[in-house]
C-alpha cells in the first residue's frame, strides 16, 4: 500500500514539475513591467493604454493569475509582459553595404537598391543577391547582416517602456549574423524567426540560416540563445549549434568543428588563379572559405564552399591587402567560428611580357635562339629562364637583369627547350611569369660532299652527295672566292648541275648548301675549285702578235 503511495506521490511531483515549474520559471526570466492600479482601472483599458494588441487583456489576466479578470483592486500590482506592451518603432541604417542589395519598404511597393546610410524601418523587407550583402545597425547598437543570397524582413523593431529593446525578424532564405549588444541601462531581446524555427537571444552573437529545404541552422558564437520549434525548445550554448528541420523539434546541440587553417600561404599572389590549401579539420565535411576587403569577411571578393582536401580557388582579384577566413562545416551543414583573418596580398602588376613568337618559329637552326616582347611600362627589366625541363628545376640560363625588350641566348646544345620571362618593377618586386614557350634548337641541314667536276667536249657536270628524298640544293659558282659576283645561283632538285664550259679560261669557285622540307636552308659547305684551261689557238695568236709586234720594230729601224 505505502509503496503504491509512494508512486502515486512521485507522479504528481513529476507531473508538477513537467507542467508547472517550466511556466514558473518562464514568467521569471521574462521581462516585464509593473503597473500600479488605481481607482476606476479596468483590465481592458490598461491593456488598450499599454499593450500592443488590446485583444491580449486575457493572456495578461493569465499571466496574473487573475482568478476574475474583470475584477482588479487599488493599489494592486499588475505585471504586462514587455513582448505585448506597445512600442516605438526604432529604425536601423544601413551601415555596411557591398554590391546592389535591394529592399521593399511594404508589400505594396517597389524594390529599391540600398545605400549606405539609408534608414530602414521596420516592415521592410531586404533582399541580397549573390554579389551583395548588408548590415543594418539600429539605434541599440544592435546590427543584423545579410551574407549574399538572403532574404530577410523586420517584423518589428521597437522600444518598449523605455528600458526594452525588440527586434523580430523572419528570415526567408540565406544566412544572417546577428549581434546583439545592449546598451547601458537598457534590456534587448532578438528573435530570428523562419518557415520551421525561432532563435531567441538577449546580449549574444549567433547565425541563422534558411535553406530551400526549410531547413534551418543556427550556430551562436557568443553568448547563448534559445531555438524553439514544435512546442520544444532547447538552449544553445557559445560554441555550439544545431539544425530544425520543418516539422521536427530542434536537433541536440553539437560542438562547433574548430576554423580551419591555410597552409603554405605565400608573401604575394602574383598570377591566377590563386590556389589557396587548407589543412584537415577533423569530421569536417566541407569549408567556407571568404576572401575579403576587411577582417570582419563583410566586404567580400570571393566566396566559396570547398569540400575537405580541395583548394580554395580566385580567379580574379584587382591588386591589394585582402584578409583570408575559414569555416568549418559538418556534414550536417552546420558551420564552425569562423577563424582569425590571414593577410594575403596580391599583386599582379608589373604584368608578365606579351612574347612575339609563332607556331612556326618553334624549331630553331642551330645552337642559339632569340627571344623579343612588348615592353611593359612599368618594368625597368625582365627575368628570363630557359630550361630542358618544363618545371624548370632544370635551368640552362637564368638572367635576371635583362633591360632590353629582347634576349639572345648562349649557345646551347641541341634538344627541347622552354622559356619565360617576368616582369620586374622598380622597387624590385617581380610580376608573375608570362606564358611558357617552348622551342627545339636542330642542326642545320649538312652541307653535301661534292665530287671533282667531270668534263666532256662541251659541258661540265657536276655533282654531290645526297642527302636525302626530300632534299633540295642551292649551288653557286663565281670567279672571285667571296662570292660577291656569282655566275650561277640556281636552286636544283637533284645532287649535280650540268653546264657548257665557259668560254674563259681560268679558276672557278662553287659551292653548295641543302634545305630540307621546311625550306630550311643549312651552311654552305667547303667551296671547291676547277680550272678551265686557256685554248691552242690562245698561244697561236700570241706568237703571231708577238712577230708582227718584232716586224714593226725592224721596220722603224731601217727607215731611221
Not at 550536417?332 to 599582379?348: C, L, N, Q
Request: charged letters at 25%; one cysteine or more.
Amino acid at each position: 500500500m505505502k509503496s503504491k503511495l509512494y508512486l502515486a506521490l512521485f507522479f504528481a511531483v513529476w507531473i508538477v514539475s513537467i507542467l508547472i515549474i517550466p511556466q514558473l520559471v518562464s514568467a521569471a526570466d521574462e521581462p516585464v513591467i509593473d503597473l500600479k492600479i488605481v481607482h476606476g482601472d479596468t483590465l481592458e483599458n490598461i491593456t488598450k493604454k499599454y499593450v500592443e494588441n488590446w485583444k491580449n487583456w486575457l493572456e495578461v489576466a493569465k499571466f496574473n493569475k487573475l482568478q476574475n479578470p474583470h475584477l482588479i483592486y487599488p493599489n494592486m500590482t499588475l505585471k504586462i509582459p514587455v513582448r505585448l506592451l506597445r512600442g516605438v518603432p526604432m529604425d536601423g541604417t544601413a551601415s555596411f553595404v557591398s554590391g546592389e542589395p535591394k529592399i521593399r519598404k511594404n508589400d505594396k511597393s517597389a524594390l529599391e537598391t540600398v545605400r549606405k546610410g539609408d534608414v530602414v524601418k521596420q516592415g521592410c523587407t531586404i533582399q541580397t543577391n549573390g554579389q551583395s550583402s548588408v548590415e543594418i545597425t539600429f539605434t541599440d547598437k544592435n546590427s543584423i547582416f545579410l551574407k549574399p543570397n538572403t532574404i530577410l524582413t523586420i517584423q518589428s523593431s521597437q522600444t518598449k517602456a523605455d528600458k526594452y529593446r525588440v527586434h523580430d525578424f523572419y528570415l526567408a532564405a540565406g544566412q544572417v549574423i546577428n549581434k546583439v549588444k545592449a546598451a547601458t541601462g537598457t534590456e534587448s531581446r532578438d528573435v530570428i524567426r523562419t518557415s520551421s524555427a525561432v532563435a531567441a537571444a538577449r546580449g549574444t552573437e549567433f547565425r541563422v540560416s534558411a535553406d530551400a529545404k526549410a531547413v534551418t541552422r543556427m550556430e551562436v558564437l557568443e553568448s547563448k540563445i534559445e531555438v524553439e520549434a514544435m512546442n520544444k525548445s532547447i538552449l544553445l550554448d557559445q560554441g555550439f549549434g544545431t539544425q530544425v528541420k520543418k516539422g521536427a523539434p530542434p536537433e541536440p546541440p553539437r560542438k562547433l568543428l574548430p576554423s580551419p587553417v591555410p597552409s603554405g600561404l605565400k608573401e604575394f599572389y602574383n598570377e591566377f588563379p590563386v590556389n589557396i590549401a587548407f589543412e584537415n579539420v577533423k569530421e569536417a565535411a566541407a569549408l567556407r572559405v571568404v576572401l575579403a576587403k576587411d577582417p570582419e569577411g563583410k566586404d567580400v571578393v570571393a566566396e566559396k564552399v570547398i569540400r575537405t582536401g580541395e583548394p580554395f580557388v580566385v580567379d580574379n582579384a584587382s591588386d591589394g591587402g585582402y584578409m583570408l577566413l575559414g569555416q568549418s562545416v559538418d556534414r550536417s551543414g552546420i558551420e564552425g567560428p569562423p577563424s582569425k583573418p590571414y593577410p594575403v596580398k596580391v599583386r599582379t602588376t608589373p604584368y608578365p611580357p606579351s612574347i612575339e613568337f609563332k607556331p612556326e618559329d618553334k624549331e630553331v637552326v642551330g645552337k642559339i635562339a632569340q627571344f623579343k616582347w612588348l615592353k611593359v611600362n612599368d618594368a625597368v627589366k625582365y627575368h628570363v629562364q630557359i630550361s630542358k625541363s618544363k618545371d624548370f628545376k632544370s635551368l640552362a640560363e637564368d638572367s635576371v637583369s635583362v633591360k632590353e625588350n629582347f634576349y639572345k641566348t648562349g649557345s646551347l646544345e641541341y634538344g627541347d627547350y622552354v622559356f619565360r620571362i617576368a616582369s620586374i618593377a622598380k622597387d624590385g618586386y617581380q610580376g608573375g611569369w608570362s606564358r611558357v614557350i617552348e622551342f627545339r634548337l636542330i642542326p642545320p641541314p649538312p652541307a653535301p660532299e661534292m665530287a671533282p667536276p667531270k668534263t666532256s667536249d662541251k659541258t661540265i657536270t657536276i655533282a654531290w652527295r645526297a642527302i636525302g628524298p626530300d632534299y633540295k640544293y642551292h649551288f653557286q659558282m663565281s670567279k672571285d672566292s667571296d662570292f660577291k659576283e656569282k655566275l650561277k645561283d640556281e636552286i636544283l632538285g637533284r645532287p649535280e648541275i650540268s653546264f657548257p664550259i665557259p668560254d674563259d679560261s681560268g679558276t672557278y669557285y662553287i659551292r653548295t648548301s641543302s634545305i630540307d622540307y621546311k625550306g630550311l636552308e643549312g651552311p654552305f659547305g667547303s667551296v671547291q675549285t676547277f680550272e678551265i684551261p686557256r685554248s691552242p689557238y690562245f698561244w697561236i695568236s700570241i706568237f703571231i702578235m708577238v712577230l708582227l709586234v718584232l716586224s714593226i720594230i725592224y721596220m722603224l729601224n731601217e727607215i731611221g
